[in-house]
């Protein structure tokens, strides 16, 4: 089955790259999709790196005649960066639009809020950005991700910080929701096996303007290191206080920072910051390039990590959809727990707590742009 599966996936990831507009059947039956992203905001740039990537592969889809006799609409949902708004697009979603399938959410509170609604629901689930530990629940439930979790993303940093800078005085300021808490907590377990404690820890709320009083705390400690356990904004404005501050120290942030909103907000203070972050496929990867030619024919810019694994998590989806024949919640979770698949991003393949087996790269901040600095 495995094998069948693989090579169907191949073979959809191969014509999707080269789809012609001329096979568009417009009488077609639709395949209505879910997709929970914040649209709007301040975290919207995560919001649009997964509307054009799965939009890129429902184009490529419907151009060649759809799947199972039927075209693919995605329904996009703003979630405002919201648990009470990604609750309210699920409900519309499942309620409205009918939908067996949802891609979603970014932000890792709001999948932990969508999970038990869809568990209840039979509604299958599937992130490209939800890192959080606790998003891993129980076997065979409806939640999976093409991401691995935080604790990965904590040894990593952990692992470049002792063997790579040699220094062991570290403080962790982390955002005090899922995400921070879950990325805050690896960094320090990992730590504690390596018996380092920290100089500081600390947390503050999503939102958060002003942070000159935490870094005159996180000064007074003199770390060598900084972990900012959080997402864009707030990790780009402390690191522009922390140079307001004359806090002289090295910054590691991790996935969430990965935005080049990062520069926009930083500017200089973020120059040789480093970040944790999905591992992508280097540059021989033929799949990932044709990948990326298409998307620059269509969208005209390059496609960043999260277009890629969004994309990612839309063919996981469709082949799985395409495997179970009839589209039901249920069928395309079994399906997904079957499906073994090359994506432009690498391997996907689901264990039982639709988990992924990856691990993170590590890039440093460096004129203006990401680059890779260890794999």
Do not use: H
Request: proline letters at 2%; charged letters at 25%; glycine letters at 6%.
């Amino acid at each position: 089955m495995k094998t069948r599966m693989k090579q169907l996936a191949l073979v959809l990831l191969a014509l999707f790259f080269f789809a012609s507009c001329n096979n568009v059947k417009k009488d077609k039956d639709v395949i209505k999709i879910g997709v929970i992203a914040p649209l709007t905001g301040e975290a919207e740039s995560f919001g649009k790196s997964m509307k054009n990537g799965i939009l890129l592969l429902q184009d490529s889809i419907n151009n060649l005649g759809g799947i199972n006799e039927q075209n693919i609409q995605f329904i996009f949902e703003d979630d405002k960066l919201s648990a009470k708004d990604g609750v309210n697009a699920f409900n519309k979603l499942v309620n409205v639009d009918k939908v067996q399938a949802i891609i979603g959410s970014a932000a890792s509170s709001i999948s932990l809020a969508l999970l038990p609604k869809a568990n209840d629901n039979n509604i299958v689930m599937i992130s490209s950005i939800s890192t959080a530990d606790d998003l891993k629940g129980k076997e065979n439930d409806c939640f999976f991700r093409v991401v691995p979790p935080n604790y990965k993303q904590g040894f990593t940093a952990v692992k470049f910080i002792i063997e790579d800078l040699k220094i062991d005085k570290i403080a962790i300021l982390n955002a005090n929701d899922d995400y921070g808490i879950s990325f805050a907590n690896s960094i320090e377990n990992n730590l504690k096996e390596k018996q380092i404690t920290l100089v500081y820890k600390n947390s503050y709320n999503a939102g958060t303007k002003d942070f000159k009083n935490l870094l005159m705390q996180i000064k007074k400690t003199n770390p060598q290191v900084v972990i900012l356990a959080g997402i864009i904004p707030e990790t780009a404005v402390i690191q522009r206080q922390a140079v307001e501050a004359n806090l002289n120290c090295i910054f590691i942030s991790g996935d969430g920072s990965y935005s080049p909103n990062l520069f926009e907000i930083g500017g200089s203070a973020v120059e040789g910051s480093y970040y944790t972050v999905m591992a992508m496929p280097d540059d021989t990867s033929a799949t990932y390039a044709r990948f990326v030619k298409a998307y620059f024919t269509k969208f005209n810019e390059q496609p960043d990590m999260w277009t890629a694994y969004s994309y990612d998590a839309a063919l996981a989806l469709i082949t799985a959809i395409k495997e179970s024949k009839e589209y039901n919640g249920t069928l395309i979770k079994n399906a997904l727990f079957k499906i073994d698949i090359e994506g432009v991003t690498g391997r996907i393949a689901f264990d039982k707590f639709g988990e992924v087996q990856r691990d993170y790269s590590l890039f440093v901040a460096k004129n203006g742009e990401f680059k890779l600095f260890k794999r």
